[in-house]
């Protein structure tokens, strides 16, 4: 079994940072990809950064030059440093791991950043 858990959101004014950790635990591998998800009420789950096993990191063009994923040498956390917010960026956001060894998805339950003034 696997478990990931965010930590991190809260309340930011515009053009604050914020810094997202997931912890995941169990059966996992240091060559699983790792995800950030957000999602506002009534919207699909959209993909914000994600981060191989080699480190690689790839972003969506929202975000790109604000935010920075990161993972630790163990490779079994993962980081979202969120820099420049904006009131968009308000949503809950989720923790995702593709298990390589048989492609199975988990999800942490989320954690909700809220950008206002």
């Known amino acids: 079994q696997v478990q990931l858990v965010e930590s991190g959101g809260g309340l930011v004014q515009p053009g604050g940072s914020l810094r997202l950790s997931c912890a995941a635990s169990g059966s996992i591998f240091s060559r699983d990809t790792m995800d950030w998800y957000r999602q506002v009420p009534g919207n699909q789950r959209a993909l914000v950064a994600t981060i191989s096993g080699t480190g690689t990191p790839k972003y969506a063009e929202s975000v790109k030059g604000r935010f920075t994923i990161s993972r630790d040498s163990a490779g079994n956390t993962v980081y979202l440093q969120m820099n420049g917010l904006l009131p968009e960026d308000t949503a809950i956001y989720y923790c995702?791991?593709?298990?390589?060894?048989?492609?199975?998805?988990?999800w942490g339950k989320g954690t909700l950043v809220t950008v206002s003034s």
């Open positions: 995702h791991l593709l298990r390589s060894s048989d492609f199975m998805n988990y």
